[in-house]
């Protein structure tokens, strides 16, 4: 079992650097047994364009954890933080369709336009040679 101190070390040697800059790794406690791993790095709003320090979202550490899931775990911090910016600036006649900040409410209702491929009838047949 590892105890706060030894995750908080393995945590400091993992490093990450996008589009030249770099994420800041963070390892919280509450309690003896409630640890999260949290990510952050200073890039500009998708709005304004300001320079700040954005932080990602909480991910839960167990002390049962092993080295490499803690890592691999810090690897998808990374990644999902990346892919909340891209949501935020992909945008389609100028709205961010897949934005990461829109409400249950309104993906609930979008759910009902939904759009299907017609099934190629010849598709599944094969071929007899």
Request: proline letters at 4%.
């Given at each position: 079992m590892l105890n706060f101190s030894d995750a908080a070390s393995l945590i400091r040697r993992v490093k990450c650097k996008v589009f030249g800059k770099e994420f800041s790794f963070i390892l919280e406690s509450h309690g003896c047994d409630r640890w999260y791993l949290q990510v952050g790095m200073v890039c500009g709003d998708s709005e304004t364009g300001e320079?700040?320090?954005?932080?990602?979202?909480?991910?839960?550490?167990?002390?049962?954890?092993?080295?490499?899931?803690?890592?691999?775990?810090?690897?998808m911090a990374c990644i999902q933080f990346i892919e909340h910016e891209v949501r935020e600036g992909f945008l389609y006649s100028g709205r961010a369709i897949f934005g990461p900040h829109i409400t249950l409410e309104a993906l609930f209702v979008a759910a009902e336009y939904t759009e299907e491929r017609k099934i190629n009838e010849n598709f599944n047949q094969l071929e007899e040679k």
């Open positions: 320079q700040r320090f954005y932080s990602g979202g909480k991910y839960y550490v167990s002390p049962h954890s092993t080295l490499d899931e803690i890592v691999k775990k810090c690897l």
